[in-house]
């Protein structure tokens, strides 16, 4: 089956150069054989007239059929003269010129030994005209013209009067014509032959130019291919192209390279036989907007791949949304990706630095308090109570340091979704649910819970619920004794693309200077007295495992709100 986009054979996209199909207009010596050759076939047509013309005076032909019988070898004689020298290239503009003049005076003669000005003949100087256009355009048709025009008045003169005729040893004539109807067929017959000479090379030029817009949008179309080929051969990227049932029907040199597979293992076959596209690339290839996506390639080497790529689906413009085919346009990222993977553990590792410094600093404030009361606890051994208050200070301080420890390691540790997807809805009103239990919550702090039902994703139970936690804590912590605290979770639809999922948890506390907003999110960074400031960076770096995003809205006096963003697949 042709490519639908270049009109080839399938194969390389670019692959081998355009058929060079000239469309030049017809150069002099192929108007001169076409010529010859139609005066042949119809000095054929007029010889089986004579043959066939029955009885005499039938088309007006004379008793004695010598002079027409010479008139047509002599003519055949030289048609084949004529092709001869056309065939040894001698002269085509002179032969022309001669086989003008020549087919001038023979239509004279047969036109006179017909009947002169009464020979149904007489239309054959239309067709000496004729070529005279087609073959030296308007020059042509209006010489010629005026060389008919005169060999037909001489014809009329020598009608006209039969002592001039017997002068010239030529039949003479029953029925002279007057001068007045000799001069009307003059005037009337010499009309036609210059209208015609104009019309035909005026037609002739028209035919020309025509030729030369053809020629000159044919070579434009030729670079324009050219240019084309180079580029799509010199892409960096791979470019095939696919028909309406996702076969591959052409692929670039890059692309056979990428895939590590020769042109002929994959042309016919349908691209899910190597790229595995799901539901949203089937989607692309049905004609969505193109956006990049990534799949998983194993080439016959075995070492896989990962493979970005795009399609475009191509729409015909005389069948509305039919679509001809698609255009995919792919990349080999394995690199990108391990740069990027190693970018990210660089920036774990960065951070962990940073971290380990801060704990560090916070370990040894709890260990002091440790020391010292384990000192003092000996000291006061013999005091029961007192040792019994000291033993709750190195346990609270214990706990403390665990905490910090479990927070330590869920930030450094990387998120991973589940298998099986979780039901979102049901977890976030359970979580709200146990929360409003907590000993802090006073029956002055009001809950409003908007959930819709039937969310189901792929995201950790236990993950989600420390999210949950920690945004609920701090909407709590900024009440001052009472207000509002609104949780909701829905999904969130694009006209294009398939959209995201959302959870927005917002209070009307105090609200986050706005000074403090852009460092929120860092490690060890708090304004509590009793915070260890890993609370939102752990939750930060949750929702960023998980291929999710979080941001916030506060105005001092006002409230904060922070939204939670999740791709729906």
């Given at each position: 089956?042709?490519?639908?986009?270049?009109?080839?054979?399938?194969?390389?996209?670019?692959?081998?150069?355009?058929?060079?199909?000239?469309?030049?207009?017809?150069?002099?010596?192929?108007?001169?054989?076409?010529?010859?050759?139609?005066?042949?076939?119809?000095?054929?047509?007029?010889?089986?007239?004579?043959?066939?013309?029955?009885?005499?005076?039938?088309?007006?032909?004379?008793?004695?059929?010598?002079?027409?019988?010479?008139?047509?070898?002599?003519?055949?004689?030289?048609?084949?003269?004529?092709?001869?020298?056309?065939?040894?290239?001698?002269?085509?503009?002179?032969?022309?010129?001669?086989?003008?003049?020549?087919?001038?005076?023979?239509?004279?003669?047969?036109?006179?030994?017909?009947?002169?000005?009464?020979?149904?003949?007489?239309?054959?100087?239309?067709?000496?005209?004729?070529?005279?256009?087609?073959?030296?355009?308007?020059?042509?048709?209006?010489?010629?013209?005026?060389?008919?025009?005169?060999?037909?008045?001489?014809?009329?003169?020598?009608?006209?009067?039969?002592?001039?005729?017997?002068?010239?040893?030529?039949?003479?004539?029953?029925?002279?014509?007057?001068?007045?109807?000799?001069?009307?067929?003059?005037?009337?017959?010499?009309?036609?032959?210059?209208?015609?000479?104009?019309?035909?090379?005026?037609?002739?030029?028209?035919?020309?130019?025509?030729?030369?817009?053809?020629?000159?949008?044919?070579?434009?179309?030729?670079?324009?291919?050219?240019?084309?080929?180079?580029?799509?051969?010199?892409?960096?990227?791979?470019?095939?192209?696919?028909?309406?049932?996702?076969?591959?029907?052409?692929?670039?040199?890059?692309?056979?390279?990428?895939?590590?597979?020769?042109?002929?293992?994959?042309?016919?076959?349908?691209?899910?036989?190597?790229?595995?596209?799901?539901?949203?690339?089937?989607?692309?290839?049905?004609?969505?907007?193109?956006?990049?996506?990534?799949?998983?390639?194993?080439?016959?080497?075995?070492?896989?791949?990962?493979?970005?790529?795009?399609?475009?689906?191509?729409?015909?413009?005389?069948?509305?949304?039919?679509?001809?085919?698609?255009?995919?346009?792919?990349?080999?990222?394995?690199?990108?990706?391990?740069?990027?993977?190693?970018?990210?553990?660089?920036?774990?590792?960065?951070?962990?630095?940073?971290?380990?410094?801060?704990?560090?600093?916070?370990?040894?404030?709890?260990?002091?308090?440790?020391?010292?009361?384990?000192?003092?606890?000996?000291?006061?051994?013999?005091?029961?109570?007192?040792?019994?208050?000291?033993?709750?200070?190195?346990?609270?301080?214990?706990?403390?340091?665990?905490?910090?420890?479990?927070?330590?390691?869920?930030?450094?540790?990387?998120?991973?979704?589940?298998?099986?997807?979780?039901?979102?809805?049901?977890?976030?009103?359970?979580?709200?649910?146990?929360?409003?239990?907590?000993?802090?919550?006073?029956?002055?702090?009001?809950?409003?819970?908007?959930?819709?039902?039937?969310?189901?994703?792929?995201?950790?139970?236990?993950?989600?619920?420390?999210?949950?936690?920690?945004?609920?804590?701090?909407?709590?912590?900024?009440?001052?004794?009472?207000?509002?605290?609104?949780v909701r979770a829905r999904r969130v639809r694009r006209e294009e693309g398939e959209g995201h999922w959302e959870i927005v948890i917002r209070d009307n506390g105090c609200g986050i200077p706005e000074e403090d907003q852009d460092r929120i999110f860092e490690p060890f960074f708090t304004t509590k007295e009793k915070g260890t400031g890993l609370g939102l960076s752990i939750v930060q770096?949750?929702?960023?495992?998980?291929?999710?995003?979080?941001?916030?809205?506060?105005?001092?006096?006002?409230?904060?709100?922070?939204?939670?963003?999740?791709?729906?697949?």
């Amino acid at each position: 089956m042709p490519d639908p986009f270049t009109g080839s054979e399938p194969g390389q996209v670019g692959e081998g150069p355009s058929p060079n199909l000239s469309v030049a207009p017809p150069s002099l010596e192929v108007n001169l054989r076409g010529l010859i050759l139609w005066r042949l076939v119809f000095l054929s047509l007029l010889l089986l007239a004579v043959v066939l013309r029955g009885r005499e005076g039938v088309f007006g032909f004379p008793a004695s059929l010598v002079p027409f019988y010479f008139l047509l070898g002599l003519q055949y004689v030289l048609s084949l003269v004529y092709l001869f020298l056309l065939r040894r290239r001698k002269g085509a503009k002179g032969s022309a010129i001669v086989q003008l003049t020549v087919d001038g005076l023979f239509v004279t003669a047969w036109v006179y030994l017909t009947g002169g000005a009464e020979s149904l003949l007489s239309f054959l100087y239309f067709l000496v005209i004729l070529a005279g256009g087609v073959l030296f355009n308007r020059p042509g048709g209006m010489w010629t013209a005026t060389y008919v025009f005169v060999s037909y008045a001489l014809i009329l003169f020598l009608h006209g009067g039969d002592g001039i005729a017997s002068f010239f040893g030529l039949p003479e004539r029953s029925g002279s014509i007057s001068f007045r109807y000799a001069l009307y067929l003059l005037i009337m017959n010499g009309i036609g032959f210059y209208f015609v000479g104009y019309l035909g090379s005026h037609f002739a030029e028209q035919t020309r130019r025509q030729y030369r817009q053809i020629e000159a949008q044919r070579k434009d179309i030729t670079r324009l291919e050219q240019w084309n080929r180079l580029v799509v051969e010199n892409l960096d990227m791979g470019l095939m192209t696919l028909d309406r049932e996702g076969r591959i029907l052409s692929i670039n040199p890059a692309g056979e390279k990428i895939l590590r597979r020769p042109v002929r293992a994959l042309i016919g076959r349908p691209l899910n036989d190597f790229f595995l596209l799901g539901r949203e690339g089937e989607e692309g290839r049905s004609g969505v907007d193109g956006r990049r996506m990534e799949t998983r390639y194993t080439p016959p080497d075995g070492s896989p791949l990962i493979i970005g790529f795009s399609l475009y689906s191509v729409q015909e413009e005389t069948a509305g949304t039919k679509a001809m085919g698609t255009i995919v346009t792919f990349k080999d990222i394995t690199e990108i990706k391990a740069m990027e993977e190693r970018l990210r553990q660089m920036d774990r590792l960065a951070l962990m630095g940073r971290m380990a410094a801060g704990i560090a600093h916070e370990i040894r404030n709890p260990l002091a308090s440790i020391s010292g009361s384990l000192q003092l606890f000996q000291e006061t051994l013999q005091d029961f109570e007192a040792g019994e208050q000291l033993l709750g200070i190195i346990f609270r301080e214990l706990n403390t340091l665990d905490s910090l420890i479990n927070d330590f390691l869920t930030f450094s540790r990387p998120v991973q979704p589940p298998p099986q997807p979780l039901n979102v809805s049901q977890l976030i009103e359970e979580t709200v649910i146990l929360f409003q239990k907590g000993k802090e919550v006073t029956p002055a702090i009001r809950f409003r819970v908007e959930v819709e039902g039937g969310l189901f994703f792929k995201i950790p139970a236990r993950e989600l619920s420390r999210i949950l936690w920690n945004l609920l804590t701090n909407a709590l912590q900024a009440l001052p004794g009472e207000g509002e605290i609104t949780v909701r979770a829905r999904r969130v639809r694009r006209e294009e693309g398939e959209g995201h999922w959302e959870i927005v948890i917002r209070d009307n506390g105090c609200g986050i200077p706005e000074e403090d907003q852009d460092r929120i999110f860092e490690p060890f960074f708090t304004t509590k007295e009793k915070g260890t400031g890993l609370g939102l960076s752990i939750v930060q770096k949750i929702v960023s495992d998980l291929g999710g995003k979080i941001s916030l809205e506060s105005r001092p006096g006002e409230g904060t709100t922070f939204f939670l963003q999740f791709p729906l697949s």
